[in-house]
């Protein structure tokens, strides 16, 4: 003889441990009728839309949705009456303080013992987080294509200058890797802020790093986060006047040094400036050298006198003093720095 009251335990515990499994999943799990009201709705579902349960329950899921996919649900439910599930479906759902989020859900049928379709149970998980990547994906890589045809015009700029200035073709070829390698590393430091600009300070520091004698060159300025076009255009103009100095200027001699500062000043109409000075002297047989280098106006000068402030609205000037070689640049801080980081904050560093 069977016994009942046995089954009937059963029935309660296996009721009762489905009703945990539920409660504690991480993805909000609604029970809803044929008429899109809500019967069901747990912990996860109070999280992710906002709503308690007795605030839920008893609601149209209509609640929910935006109002222009209304006729979503619709369509939903026809599929549900008909024995259909929903699986895996990307959409839009909208919390109680009115904002959006972006869920995956599945929804299926949900019968009675007699097998008749009562209800549907829908599986909710927020992609929010997913989809953002996305979208950072989607936008990093036309920045990068953006970039990357810049890159080019700029080699073919640099190739195109370098050949005018240049008989000798192992010069040629070795003047043009250094001045794309000076690329790839500005590319390189914006690579690793997802583009979002990079430290003047760290700028600096990577086209001198090459050529040595660090103790012999001082950084002195706020910090400042440049933009991606401030980066790659520096960037040509600290290679170029790098180079110069480790072949005839202050870096060429024992006794040289090179002074880099910049600072932030506000100029007519309150229009925020940005100055940077490049100041290198030199002992005394590499300044000759660098007056007979002055004779030749070469694709550094070019740089430094056009390519750059051009680039950034600016003006400069190139100057071979007795003592060595001064270049100052003046820009609009605008053209300079990343706007949410160009608020000069009163740290400087000095190296």
């Known amino acids: 003889m069977t ?16 009703a945990a499994i539920v409660d504690s999943s991480y993805d909000a799990i609604i029970g809803k009728n044929l008429n899109s009201i809500i019967t069901d709705w747990n912990q996860a579902a109070e999280r992710m839309f906002g709503y308690s349960a007795e ?7 209509l609640m929910l949705l935006p109002e222009h996919m209304h006729n979503e649900e619709a369509e939903i439910i026809g599929r549900i009456r008909r024995g259909e599930g929903v699986g ?4 839009t759902r909208k919390r109680k303080d009115g904002s959006l989020i972006a869920v995956s859900i599945t929804v299926s049928p949900i ?3 007699a097998g008749e379709i009562i209800g549907a ?5 927020d992609i929010s987080a997913a989809k953002e990547s996305e979208r950072r994906i989607r936008l990093l890589m036309r920045e990068v294509n953006h970039r990357v045809k810049n890159q080019f015009a700029v080699i073919l700029s640099m190739v195109r200058e370098t050949s ?3 008989t000798d073709p192992r010069e040629f070829e070795e003047m043009i890797r250094a001045r794309i390698m000076a690329l790839s590393r500005s590319h390189d430091l914006l690579v690793t802020t997802e583009w979002a600009g990079a430290s003047l300070f760290d700028l600096v ?7 040595g004698h660090e103790d012999r060159i001082s950084l002195s300025g706020p910090l400042l986060t440049l933009q991606s076009n401030a980066v790659q255009n520096l960037g040509m103009a600290f290679h170029e006047l790098g180079t110069n100095s480790s072949k005839y200027g202050a870096l060429a001699s024992g006794g040289g040094r090179i002074e880099i500062t910049w600072k932030v000043e506000t100029g007519p109409e309150a229009q925020r400036r940005f100055h940077l000075v490049w100041h290198e002297t030199s002992g005394t047989a590499a300044q000759k050298a660098s007056e007979r280098k002055g004779d030749r106006k070469g694709f550094g000068t070019v740089v430094l006198q056009r390519v750059a402030p051009q680039s950034l609205s600016g003006s400069s000037s190139l100057e071979r003093l007795p003592e060595g070689v001064k270049w100052t ?3 609009p801080l605008e053209a300079i720095v990343v706007p949410q980081l160009g608020a000069e904050d009163g740290s400087d560093f000095k190296g």
Not at 205 to 211: G, N, V
């Open 3 to 18: 016994n009942p009251g046995g089954i009937f335990r059963q029935d309660a515990h296996a009721d009762a441990r489905l």
């Open 55 to 61: 605030e839920a329950v008893g609601q149209s899921i």
């Open 88 to 91: 895996s479906h990307e959409t």
């Open 111 to 113: 019968r009675n013992n």
């Open 121 to 125: 149970s829908q599986i909710a998980r």
């Open 164 to 166: 005018k200035r240049s």
């Open 205 to 211: 520091q990577e086209h001198l790093k090459p050529f």
């Open 329 to 331: 640049l003046e820009a």
